[in-house]
């Protein structure tokens, strides 16, 4: 469970320029596409790849990636089960500021626990939030161990390793789904990028909004 917040006397700034106004001027809608899936499913590689798909096309996006995370904001973090879930909240947090500058996040966590990630959604706002499950096997990326860590996990090197001795919970109703232990990537980055523009994210507001 994170922490309650220690902050006092604070309120929220507001300022003359809304989310709208931005989103109008992007031509998109702000929004956040929650990557969730084990160590070597492909994550990252996947959401490199929409990224530049989305930037070839016009879009302002950005990759959010949970290694690059825990280099800075998140250094002081371990992987207890208190730590991930305060490592994910901040990072919802983060995701939530940049959606609101009218960015398409793309955001890349193994984010094991499934009340973290309905965490996330409210702090974004469900409307504004994807939940995609990249789906393989703990076989499937134990085989593909790009950065060695099942094999130290294995051999106890790396204790508390998701999908071998702490545990993953699956997406039970995710916005998408793809299975990359037998969809390359360049057809699953596809599939999320029809959600992102069935959902609208891909195109200007049309509905007047004043509020940010």
Request: with cysteine; proline share 5%; charged share 25%.
């Amino acid at each position: 469970m994170s922490k309650p917040s220690r902050s006092t006397n604070i309120s929220r700034s507001t300022g003359r320029v809304s989310r709208i106004d931005r989103e109008r001027l992007l031509g998109q809608q702000g929004c956040v596409a929650w990557l969730t899936g084990l160590s070597g499913s492909g994550k990252s590689t996947l959401a490199h790849h929409l990224e530049s798909l989305l930037l070839d096309q016009g879009h302002l996006v950005y990759v959010f990636d949970g290694d690059n995370l825990r280099h800075g904001l998140c250094g002081d973090l371990g992987f207890s089960a208190e730590d991930r879930t305060e490592n994910i909240r901040r990072a919802g947090e983060v995701a939530a500021l940049l959606a609101d500058t009218g960015a398409i996040v793309l955001c890349s966590f193994i984010s094991p626990y499934r009340a973290d990630r309905e965490r996330v959604r409210k702090t974004v706002g469900d409307g504004r939030f994807l939940e995609v499950h990249v789906d393989a096997s703990v076989a499937v990326c134990e085989q593909r161990d790009p950065k060695g860590l099942y094999k130290k996990a294995r051999q106890g090197l790396i204790p508390e390793f998701t999908g071998i001795d702490a545990p993953y919970e699956a997406p039970i109703d995710p916005e998408v789904r793809v299975d990359t232990g037998t969809l390359g990537i360049a057809e699953a980055a596809q599939q999320i990028h029809h959600r992102l523009s069935v959902r609208g994210f891909l195109s200007p507001p049309t509905t007047p909004e004043t509020a940010p």
